[in-house]
């Protein structure tokens, strides 16, 4: 059973950093690329961040800069750090496993407000 546990969201200020965890089980997971994707009240879910099995990294236009995807894969673990937050980053943030299947995790809430 495959299974993405996704973790360390939570309320933050503007100008604040969290980094989300998301621990994967059931997968050989490096052979997956490993994709952080959020999804804001009212909106489509988009992609934040990705990271291959090779640790070649993709990043959101609105997130460069900001944001840094990293993986462990003696942890089987993909990570987000994510400095500078905006109001404009509150979402759902989901883990994605993507090779000839895709797995999703069950979100982990973001909230940027003062």
């Known amino acids: 059973q495959v299974q993405l546990v996704e973790s360390g969201g939570g309320l933050v200020q503007p100008g604040g950093s969290l980094r989300l965890s998301c621990a994967a089980s059931?997968?050989?997971?490096?052979?997956?690329?490993m994709g952080w994707y959020r999804q804001a009240p009212g909106k489509q879910r988009e992609l934040v961040a990705v990271?291959?099995?090779?640790?070649?990294?993709t990043y959101a236009d609105s997130v460069k800069g900001r944001f840094t995807i990293s993986r462990d894969n003696a942890k089987n673990t993909v990570y987000l750090q994510m400095n500078s937050l905006k109001p404009e980053d509150t979402a759902v943030y989901y883990c994605?496993?993507?090779?000839?299947?895709?797995?999703w995790g069950q979100g982990t809430q973001v909230t940027v407000s003062s």
């Open positions: 059931g997968i050989i997971f490096n052979t997956y690329t």
């Open positions: 990271i291959s099995k090779l640790g070649i990294k």
């Open positions: 994605n496993a993507q090779y000839y299947l895709e797995y």
